[in-house]
């Protein structure tokens, strides 16, 4: 049972116009979400993250959306650039088991020049 | 910034010995997981700890058994290795709250059996 879905396995975006990833959870218990960038053969790396009580959360590039009802997130990276070409994974905590981090099946993004 | 620190990055056994893995968090995290990748395939999550508790279980094989020290630090300990045991052994930790949710990854230990 996927509790975290991203729909798209991969996805393509011109350097310099924004990419965004898409991420949809089942689980209406998870109240902290995340998103990392991985490249192979490496550990995920940590970009941002939101709480279930907001909306919206910006890091410099980066801006995560939250819409609760939807059990929907999506990650903006704008502008993109080639370094951004990795595989992103969302993921989720529910703080009533803070036991798990549960992710996403990965988005692949290839920034092109 | 302290990161995660994972030792060793690269172990090689045989078949049937044993192999210890070594996490040491970021200081003031209350949460650490144990992650396996495969070739190819993503993360499969293993066990976790909270505040030196085990909190949760995954597809952790019985061969498995981890641990968090009064230091923090855990350590994943495979017995009776097989083939199908080479992967990424990836260490997590966390902390969770109102004003700062992060979870950081080490850079993985490297297993391979033979």
């Known amino acids: 049972d996927q509790q975290v879905k991203q729909n798209s396995p991969s996805l393509s975006v011109q350097e310099g116009r924004i990419s965004i990833l898409n991420c949809d959870y089942t689980n209406s218990m998870f109240d902290y979400f995340l998103w990392y960038k991985k490249y192979p053969a490496e550990g995920p790396t940590f970009l941002i993250s939101?709480?279930?009580?907001?909306d919206k959360n910006e890091d410099g590039r980066f801006t995560v959306f939250l819409n609760k009802s939807a059990k929907h997130l999506s990650l903006h990276i704008v502008p993109s650039q080639p370094g951004d070409s990795a595989v992103y994974f969302c993921a989720a905590i529910s703080t009533g088991t803070a036991s798990k981090l549960t992710f996403g099946t990965g988005t692949r993004l290839q920034v092109t020049l | 910034a302290a990161g995660v620190i994972q030792s060793p990055r690269h172990l090689i056994k045989e078949k049937r010995e044993t192999a210890t893995l070594k996490c040491y968090p970021i200081?003031?995290?209350?949460?650490v997981y144990w992650y396996q990748q495969g070739p190819g395939q993503d993360p499969q999550f293993l066990i976790s700890?909270?505040?030196?508790?085990?909190?949760d279980k995954g597809s952790i094989p019985d061969r498995f058994s981890a641990q968090q020290f009064s230091d923090y630090h855990s350590e994943l300990n495979m017995s009776s290795l097989e083939l199908g045991d080479s992967a990424l052994y990836f260490c997590?930790?966390?902390?969770?709250?109102?004003?700062?949710?992060?979870?950081?990854f080490g850079q993985g230990t490297r297993l391979t059996v033979v």
């Open positions: 997590a930790s966390s902390v969770i709250g109102e004003m700062n949710t992060e979870a950081f």
């Open positions: 700890f909270y505040e030196k508790m085990q909190s």
């Open positions: 200081p003031r995290h209350d949460t």
């Open positions: 939101i709480s279930s009580i907001k």
